[in-house]
């Protein structure tokens, strides 16, 4: 067992205000039920950080049936690991049972029987064992609702403190596990102004061919994400830099040299920051088009893009010439006519 690094209420940041209130119903009435509930990942980090977080996360020892039986508003999902999903009108609240890793395939089945009464135990797991099976240590801090204490495993953090995005693990190994962590990593250090763990960069360097195996679908959601940041220039710099794109999107890769492409960015991160409903208004070919439209990759009724993941295209032909129109007012948006009385 490793003694993690508790940090009381009284010698840290996050206060309960800062929390979705939902989620603190979800955090209270597990805690009430004589479960243990934390608060996890990247609500906890963007706290410490003094940010808005983007989800509320919890983890658990209560098994998804037992959630369910808490709350009426709660549904199941998932096939190889169940989570309970706790809806507030259009707002979900995940909660995830505390996992441990287990070698690949040998996970099983679990069924309704199975969970209610706490078997299926090759992968649930205690909170330590849910701390070393995530990805990077900053993501793997936890807040108890019970003592309202902050809970490290892992050197989050320190790393935290340092402004470093460092591995839980190998970097080789966790990379091979799942290639979409190495955009992940740069993704994190460029939307937080962190630096990668040398070990970080040289897994990349040796590893980033296998992001060709990751799903197409995927992978244009990933990049909706970052088109959506309001950092999407500064993480498209990085991942050239690193040569990220070159497996999965080799035209943008060749692209990077053009001043238009970053213009492009520029004009949406400043949009998507003075807006803050910008990530729900800017639609699908509109974030696709400002990337494409300035490296002249999305010619009006040609490319589309399949998401199933057959072939290389990248939009339908509506979509691309509403992409090819707005993209050109975001970048360069038209004044607005002045209103003219009519004449007596």
């Not at 983007?54 to 037992?66: C, E, L, N, R, V």
Request: aromatic content about 8%; charged content about 30%.
């Amino acid at each position: 067992m490793t003694d993690p690094v508790i940090v009381p209420r009284a010698e840290h940041q996050i206060s309960r205000r800062d929390i979705d209130t939902d989620a603190l119903k979800v955090l209270y009435r597990l805690h009430e039920a004589g479960y243990v509930a934390y608060l996890v990942g990247g609500s906890v980090r963007d706290l410490l950080l003094s940010r808005r977080p983007k989800d509320f996360d919890i983890g658990t020892s209560a098994h998804p049936y037992q959630v369910k039986k808490l709350f009426r508003n709660c549904w199941i999902i998932g096939r190889r690991f169940r989570l309970a999903h706790v809806r507030f009108g259009v707002k979900t609240i995940e909660v995830a049972t505390f996992r441990r890793n287990v070698p690949a395939g040998t996970e099983g089945e679990p069924t309704p029987q199975d969970e209610e009464h706490g078997r299926h135990d090759n992968t649930f797991g205690t909170p330590e064992e849910d701390a070393f099976r995530r990805d990077f240590t900053v993501n793997a801090l936890f807040y108890d609702i019970a003592t309202y204490s902050i809970i490290d495993y892992v050197g989050g953090l320190q790393d935290l403190k340092d402004g470093l995005i460092r591995c839980i693990g190998d970097p080789n190994e966790r990379f091979r596990e799942d290639p979409v962590r190495m955009l992940r990593a740069i993704v994190m250090a460029s939307r937080l102004g962190f630096r990668l763990d040398p070990p970080i960069v040289d897994a990349i360097g040796s590893h980033r061919g296998l992001m060709a195996t990751a799903s197409p679908a995927r992978m244009i959601e990933e990049y909706y994400k970052i088109l959506r940041s309001g950092y999407a220039e500064l993480t498209f710099r990085a991942l050239a830099e690193h040569r990220l794109l070159d497996p999965v999107t080799p035209e943008i890769q060749r692209g990077v040299s053009n001043d238009g492409l970053w213009s492009s960015l520029a004009a949406l991160d400043a949009y998507r920051r003075k807006f803050d409903t910008a990530p729900a208004s800017l639609r699908n070919p509109v974030l696709l088009g400002t990337v494409l439209i300035p490296l002249g990759l999305m010619p009006r009724h040609e490319r589309r893009f399949d998401s199933t993941g057959s072939g290389s295209s990248w939009e339908d032909p509506a979509a691309a010439e509403v992409a090819d129109d707005d993209v050109g007012n975001l970048i360069n948006p038209k004044p607005k006519p002045r209103f003219r009385r009519p004449p007596k």
